[in-house]
């Protein structure tokens, strides 16, 4: 797949004319605005009034998306009723058809706060990592390792003390595999708006782009780092996703949200050196590597470590 080159209207037009069910078809369209990897765009078939939802992949989004792991993943999701449906991959990624989500809408982190949204959060998580496996795996760990290797090769920033942080990482490794993974189809990215909601407090999950086989708990610590659930609730967002709480889940899911803040920190790093975006991502970048640091750098670490 070759990045986007023209206007970016010229380019999905001419990409839409690719989608053989809309040949002859009258359409409009609009770009909806957000994300920071991609260019999205709300399509309209005039004649019938159905909208959909397109997407183009960014320039340079090849260095770190498999987009033929995140194609086989969002027809998975799909399947089970917890992510928007497919309507046209092109064969060689270059647009992406799904469902529009009539009436749903992107959360907030007060929304990710609601017990209701969050529960339907954790169950829409158990019934994927119940029922569905990838082709390709790669742990927490494995990303962590492909992050920094493209953060080195593009010349990225990286934080000053590097190896305390990786040995903590290690650290982290070596405890869950002593103790045993489980894989199984994960999503890997809980930023807040990938999480869709409606009136009646469904939710969907979009953009399955860094999706791999993994450890179900690290999909579990990543939604605790962006929503900062702690105590009762972090309790209830894993009984409801486990059917029953234990202290060693509730561990993993602690050192998975710092491995994983180091993990986003490299993913900002090497933003930093590819994106044409006008977004801070070297600051973005230090602000994630500090909340690793924090959470590495505290007792609650040492005894997660015993625990998991």
């Known amino acids: 797949m070759s990045a986007i ?6 380019v999905l037009e001419a990409q839409l004319k690719r989608v053989p069910a809309w040949t002859g078809r009258n359409l409009n369209y609009s770009r909806i605005q957000g994300g920071i990897t991609n260019l999205n765009w709300l399509v309209t078939l005039k004649d019938e009034g159905i909208r959909y939802f397109a997407k183009l992949p ?9 987009r033929h ?3 086989e993943a969002a027809r998975k999701a799909a399947d089970t009723g917890f992510a928007p449906g497919i309507i046209f991959i092109a064969p060689d990624g270059a647009i992406e ?17 609601n017990a209701d949204v969050r529960a339907n959060v954790a169950r829409a ?3 994927i990592h119940r029922t569905q496996q990838l082709s390709g795996v790669k742990t927490g760990f494995d990303q962590l390792r492909e992050r920094l290797a493209q953060v080195r090769d593009h010349g990225g920033r990286l934080p000053r003390d590097l190896e305390q942080l990786l040995w903590q990482a290690k650290r982290v490794e070596e405890a869950v595999t002593a103790a045993g993974m489980d894989y199984c189809m994960c999503f890997n990215d809980a930023y807040v708006t990938n999480y869709m909601v409606d009136a009646q407090r469904n939710v969907k999950i979009i953009d399955w782009e860094y999706a791999s086989n993994n450890d179900p708990y690290w999909d579990l610590g990543m939604f605790r780092e962006e929503t900062f659930l702690e105590g009762d609730a972090l309790r209830q967002f894993i009984e409801a996703h486990d059917g029953t709480f234990t202290e060693a889940a509730e561990a993993r899911v602690f050192l998975y949200g710092g491995v994983g803040m180091l993990l986003w920190s490299f993913w ?6 590819i ?6 991502f070297a600051k973005y970048s230090e602000l994630l590597a500090l909340r690793a640091r924090a959470r590495m750098d505290s007792e609650s670490w040492e005894e997660a470590l015993l625990t998991v």
């Open 5 to 10: 080159e023209g206007a970016p209207e010229q």
């Open 58 to 66: 960014g320039a340079k989004t090849e260095i770190f998306i498999d």
């Open 69 to 71: 792991l995140a194609h």
């Open 97 to 113: 058809v799904h469902e529009f989500l009539e009436g749903y809408r992107s959360c907030n982190v007060a929304d990710l706060l």
């Open 125 to 127: 998580y158990r019934a």
């Open 268 to 273: 900002a790093a090497l933003q930093a050196r």
């Open 275 to 280: 994106s044409t975006v006008p977004f801070d």
